[in-house]
C-alpha cells in the first residue's frame, strides 16, 4: 500500500475590518489519511500511467471521524472534498479518480482509493470548515494525479468553488495572510462566474446535465496574497455556540451599496491592524479600535443573538490581556486575539450567550499556524 496524509488548518476570516480580505490559519486541523494499493501509484511518468486505467467512483471509500461524521456525505460525487477533487482532475483530462495497475483490472467492487477523513474544524461556525474542504479536495487531485500545481494555480481552483478568498489563501498557504481577487477581462470574468453547480457537478451524472460538458478551467492568476506578520504573543480564542450559521445565508445578509464614511472607517483600521498584530509587543489599546468593522458585522447582528451584547461589552481595560473581538468569519464564532487570561476571557463570551439565548458554547485556545496545507507521503 502506498498512503499519505493531507492536512489543512481551520481558518478564521475577516477579523474585524477585513471582509473578504483578511484570513489566519490555526490549529485546529481537517486530516485525510488516503491509501491505495502500491501498483495504483505511479511516482514516474505519473500522469500518462495514472490515464491508462481510473477509478470508477463506487471504488473510492470514503470514512469520517470528528466534526460532520454524522453528517458528511460519503458518496464521493456527494462529498465536497472529493467533488472538488474531482473537478479538478477533470480539468486535467481524468474522467475519474486516478488508478494505475501493472497489469489486472481493478476487481468489481474492490476499494482502490480509500479516503479516512478525520475533522476538528466543526461546519457553519466561521472557523472555515467548507474552506478546508476545497483546499483538501484541491490537494488530493494534486496528489493523486501528480499534477504539480503551484500555490497560486491550487489557488485558482479553489476560488472557482469558495469565491472569497480570506479563508481558502490562509488554509492553503498558512498564516496570517491578505489577499484580493484580480479584476479579470470579460473573457475570463465570464469562466470565473459560472454557477457552482456547473463547477461541482452532482450525482449521479447521467442524471446531471452538467457532467458530461468540459469543466470550466480557471483562468490563471485570479488570487493574490502577502502573508503578514503575527506577533508569537497573540494567541485566538474561539469560542463556538452550539448553532450553525451557513456562510451563503450570512453573505445574503450584507447590503449591495456602503456608506462611503463605512468604507473609510474599516479601511482606516485595516491598514493599522495588518501591521499593529505583528508588532513584538501588541498594543491593546491600538488593536482594540482597529478590530472594529461597519461593513458585515452589524448586518449579521440579527443571525447570532448574543453579538451586540458580546462586541459592547469587552475591552482591554475590563478584561486585561484582550487585543480585541469579532466575528470570525461569517460567524457564529466569536474571535478573541489575546495575550493571556484566556479563560476568563472564554468565559466571559460564554456567559452572555447563555445569558441572552440559553446557548451553550464552548471555546478553545488556538495558536496561529505558520504552515497551511499540507501532503505528508507515509513510507
Ligand atoms: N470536511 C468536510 N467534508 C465535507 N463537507 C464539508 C466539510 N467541511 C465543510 N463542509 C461543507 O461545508 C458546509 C459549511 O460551510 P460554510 O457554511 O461555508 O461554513 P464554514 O464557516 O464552516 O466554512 C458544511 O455544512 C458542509 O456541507
Ligand atoms: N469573508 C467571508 C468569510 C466567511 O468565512 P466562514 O469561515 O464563515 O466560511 C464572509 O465573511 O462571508
Not at 90 to 97: G, I, L, N
Amino acid at each position: 500500500m502506498v498512503s499519505f496524509k493531507i492536512s489543512v488548518p481551520s481558518t478564521s476570516a475577516n477579523i474585524g475590518p477585513g471582509f473578504d480580505v483578511l484570513g489566519l490559519s490555526m490549529s485546529l486541523y481537517l486530516e485525510l489519511e488516503v491509501s491505495l494499493p502500491a501498483n495504483a501509484d505511479s511516482s514516474s511518468s505519473p500522469l500518462e500511467a495514472s490515464k491508462r486505467a481510473q477509478c470508477s467512483y463506487a471504488q473510492v471509500e470514503l470514512t469520517y471521524s470528528g466534526e460532520g461524521a454524522t453528517e458528511a456525505p460519503l458518496d464521493p460525487y456527494k462529498n465536497l472534498i472529493t467533488r472538488v477533487a474531482l473537478y479538478v482532475l477533470r480539468c486535467h483530462d481524468y474522467t475519474s479518480f486516478p488508478y494505475t495497475t501493472t497489469g489486472s483490472e481493478n476487481r468489481a467492487g474492490e476499494a482502490c482509493i480509500s479516503i479516512h477523513v478525520t475533522n476538528s474544524v466543526p461546519f457553519g461556525r466561521g472557523l472555515g470548515s467548507s474552506g478546508a474542504a476545497v483546499i483538501a479536495g484541491v490537494l488530493l487531485a494534486d496528489r493523486l494525479g501528480r499534477l504539480g500545481l503551484s500555490d497560486s494555480r491550487r489557488l485558482d481552483f479553489a476560488l472557482m468553488v469558495e469565491r472569497h478568498p480570506d479563508n481558502v489563501a490562509a488554509a492553503l498557504l498558512g498564516g496570517f495572510v491578505a489577499s484580493y481577487l484580480r479584476e479579470l477581462p470579460p473573457e475570463d470574468l465570464k469562466a470565473a462566474s459560472i454557477p457552482l453547480a456547473e463547477v461541482l457537478p452532482e450525482y449521479p451524472p447521467e442524471a446531471d446535465e452538467n457532467w458530461g460538458r468540459d469543466p470550466p478551467v480557471p483562468p490563471v492568476g485570479i488570487g493574490h496574497w502577502v502573508k503578514l506578520a503575527w506577533s508569537p504573543k497573540v494567541k485566538a480564542i474561539a469560542v463556538i455556540p452550539a448553532f450553525e450559521v451557513s456562510t451563503a445565508k450570512a453573505r445574503a445578509a450584507l447590503q449591495p451599496a456602503y456608506a462611503l464614511k463605512d468604507c473609510v472607517f474599516n479601511l482606516q483600521r485595516l491598514a493599522v491592524l495588518t501591521q499593529a498584530l505583528g508588532q513584538q509587543n501588541p498594543d491593546p489599546d491600538l488593536i482594540f479600535q482597529a478590530m472594529q468593522d461597519r461593513l458585515h458585522q452589524p448586518y449579521r447582528k440579527h443571525l447570532i443573538p448574543a453579538l451586540p451584547t458580546v462586541l459592547s461589552s469587552f475591552s482591554p481595560t475590563s478584561h486585561p490581556g484582550l487585543l480585541g473581538i469579532c466575528l470570525s468569519g461569517a460567524g457564529p464564532t466569536i474571535l478573541a486575539l489575546a495575550t493571556q487570561n484566556f479563560e476568563q476571557i472564554a468565559q466571559s463570551v460564554c456567559e452572555i450567550f447563555q445569558a441572552e439565548g440559553g446557548i451553550h458554547c464552548r471555546w478553545l485556545v488556538l495558536d496561529a499556524t505558520t504552515q497551511g496545507g499540507t501532503i505528508e507521503e507515509h513510507l
